[in-house]
C-alpha cells in the first residue's frame, strides 16, 4: 500500500458559514494531509476556501494504486460533505487529483 496526498477541487454554491466551515474540518482531520512527511513539509491543510468560493480538499489516502486512492478521496470528500450538511447541489467537486505520493507517514 501506497500513501496519496489527493486535491478535490470544489464550489460552494451559496457560500459557507463559519459552523459549517468547522464541521467540514472536523470530518475530514482522519484523513489530514498534516501527517504524512509532505503534508507537514508544505503545511497543507485538509481544507482552503478561497475568497470566490471555491475549495481544495486534500487528504491523505492509503491504497494499492492511484486510481484506487482518487476513488477513496472522493469518497471521504463526499462523506465529509454531508457530515457537514452539505450534498452535490450546494458543493459540487471537481476531478480527484493525486498531488503527492508520501511513503514516510510519521
Known amino acids: 500500500m501506497t500513501n ?52 481544495t480538499l486534500r487528504l491523505t489516502v492509503e491504497a494499492d494504486t492511484g486510481r484506487h486512492a482518487e476513488e477513496e478521496a472522493r469518497r471521504l470528500a463526499d462523506s465529509a460533505l454531508q457530515q457537514a450538511g452539505l450534498d452535490e447541489r450546494t458543493a459540487p467537486l471537481g476531478p480527484a487529483v493525486i498531488t503527492g505520493i508520501d511513503s514516510e507517514v510519521r
Open 4 to 55: 496519496y496526498v489527493i486535491s478535490v477541487p470544489g464550489t460552494f454554491t451559496t457560500g459557507i458559514e463559519a459552523d459549517t466551515r468547522s464541521r467540514l474540518a472536523r470530518a475530514l482531520r482522519p484523513a489530514d494531509p498534516h501527517g504524512t512527511h509532505m503534508g507537514s513539509a508544505e503545511d497543507l491543510d485538509a481544507l482552503s476556501v478561497n475568497d470566490d468560493n471555491t475549495f
